[in-house]
C-alpha cells in the first residue's frame, strides 16, 4: 500500500508498505478520505515527529477486514464496505485522570491508535478506538461532514471549557480552518452565542460571515468589536486558534472581567507570555488550554453531524491524491486553502 512517511527535515517520502492485517477487536479499513491537519503541518515544520511516522488523523474510511469479535461502542458489528471515522486518540477511561475529567490528560491517550497513519492507502485501527469509538457514518452524510469529527470534538472541547454561556459573546481569533470549524460547532451548537471572527485576510472575514459569524474584524479592531457586541465589557471568551504570546495579550484584552482566554494552538517553544497578572487576579479572567478531544466530546458531535446541525463541508477547498501530499502542504502553508482532504489513488 502507498504511504506517505515523514522522511526528516520536514519533508514527506512516498513508500510502499505491506497492507496490515487486523487482530482481535481490530478494523482494517480502506481509506476514504484523511484530512490535512495544522498538527501535521506543526509537527512537520517542528520536525516532531520520527523518521518513518505516518501522520494523518482525520480519517474516513470503509471497512475492508474486521478482526474477529470487533464490535462499536455500542456493540455494532463491523460490515465489510460500512464507512467508519474514528479518531486517533482514545482514553482508558479508568485512570484517575480519566476519573476526573481530564481524559485528554489519560496516560495512554496520546497512543496513536492508528496504523500505520491516515496517510495511507489502508489504516489498521487498533482495538481501544475500534471498540471506544468508531462511529458508522450514517448513509446520508457525506464524507466531507463526517471527517470534521475528531477536529470538532477539540473544538467543542475548548468551547466546554470556557464555560460560555447560550447568551454569550464569542471572539475567535483567527478564521483559517481551525478557527472556522470553531463559528460552526457555536453555531451548532450553541445558536443563541454571538460570534466575531477576527482575522487579517478580507477573504476570510467574509467567509465568516458567509457562514454566520456576526462580525468578522481585522486583528487590530477585536477589542471594539468585543466590546460592540456585548454592549461594553468585552467577550465571554476569546478562542486563539493562531497563538503566541502577542496574541494572547490582545486577547485578554478583549475579554471582559470574569471572561476567559482560550488557547487553541501550539505556540513556538521559545515563546513565552507576558502581561500583568492582575489582569487576572483582580479581574477573574482565565486562561485555559484545551487538549484535543475524548468520548464525551466525540459522542456531542457525532450527534451535530448526524442531525444535520453541523456540516463542515464547506471548509474543503481542495482535494488532492495521497502522492500529491507535498502540494497540498504547500498550499496549506501558503494560507491559500481552508481544508484539504487527501484520497488514495484510483
Ligand atoms: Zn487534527
Ligand atoms: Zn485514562
Known amino acids: ?8 527535515g520536514g519533508r514527506l517520502r512516498l513508500e510502499r508498505r505491506p497492507r496490515p492485517f487486523p487482530g482481535p477487536g481490530e478494523l482494517l479499513l480502506r481509506l476514504r478520505v484523511c484530512g490535512l491537519c495544522g498538527t501535521d503541518l506543526f509537527k512537520l515544520s517542528a520536525s516532531a515527529a520520527a523518521e518513518g511516522t505516518v501522520l494523518g488523523h482525520e480519517i474516513v474510511g470503509e471497512v475492508s477486514i474486521a478482526g474477529s469479535g470487533a464490535r462499536g461502542p455500542a456493540g455494532e458489528i463491523f460490515q465489510e464496505g460500512d464507512r467508519v471515522v474514528v479518531p486517533h486518540h482514545v482514553a482508558c477511561g479508568e485512570c484517575s485522570f480519566c476519573r476526573r475529567g481530564s481524559e485528554t490528560m489519560c496516560p495512554v491517550f496520546q497512543e496513536n491508535l492508528l496504523e ?5 492507502e489502508h489504516v489498521l485501527v487498533r482495538a481501544r478506538a475500534a471498540c471506544g ?20 470534538a477539540c473544538v467543542i472541547r475548548g ?24 463559528l460552526l460547532v457555536l453555531r451548532a451548537a450553541s445558536p443563541g452565542v454571538k460570534v466575531i471572527a477576527v482575522d487579517p485576510i478580507a477573504e476570510r ?3 465568516a460571515l458567509r457562514l454566520g459569524a456576526d462580525l468578522a474584524v481585522d486583528p487590530g479592531e477585536i477589542g471594539s468589536a468585543a466590546a460592540e457586541l456585548s454592549g461594553g465589557p468585552g467577550a465571554d471568551a476569546v478562542f486563539d486558534t493562531v497563538g503566541g504570546s502577542r496574541i494572547l495579550a490582545a486577547a485578554l484584552r478583549a475579554t471582559r472581567p470574569g471572561g476567559t482566554v482560550v488557547l487553541f494552538a501550539h505556540a513556538a517553544p521559545e515563546e513565552r507570555a507576558g502581561f500583568d497578572l492582575n489582569f487576572l487576579f483582580k479581574a477573574e479572567r482565565r486562561v485555559v488550554g484545551t487538549y484535543s478531544g475524548a468520548r464525551r466530546e466525540q459522542s456531542a458531535i457525532r450527534e451535530l453531524i448526524a442531525s444535520g446541525r453541523l456540516d ?16 497540498a502542504v504547500e ?8 481544508k484539504i482532504l487527501l484520497y488514495p489513488e484510483g
Request: aromatic share 6%.
Open 1 to 8: 500500500m502507498l504511504v506517505a512517511a515523514y522522511a526528516g
Open 116 to 120: 500505520p497513519g491516515g496517510f495511507s
Open 133 to 152: 469509538a468508531a462511529w458508522i457514518v450514517p448513509p446520508d452524510v457525506s464524507d466531507d461532514a463526517a471527517v470534521f469529527l475528531e477536529p470538532a
Open 159 to 182: 468551547v466546554w471549557r470556557s464555560d460560555l454561556r447560550e447568551e454569550g459573546v464569542a471572539a475567535i481569533i483567527g478564521a483559517g480552518s481551525m478557527g472556522l470549524l470553531h
Open 205 to 207: 472575514r467574509g467567509l
Open 312 to 327: 463542515a463541508s464547506p471548509l474543503v477547498t481542495a482535494r488532492l491524491p495521497l502522492s500529491r501530499i507535498d502540494e
Open 331 to 338: 498550499r496549506s502553508r501558503a494560507h491559500r486553502d481552508l
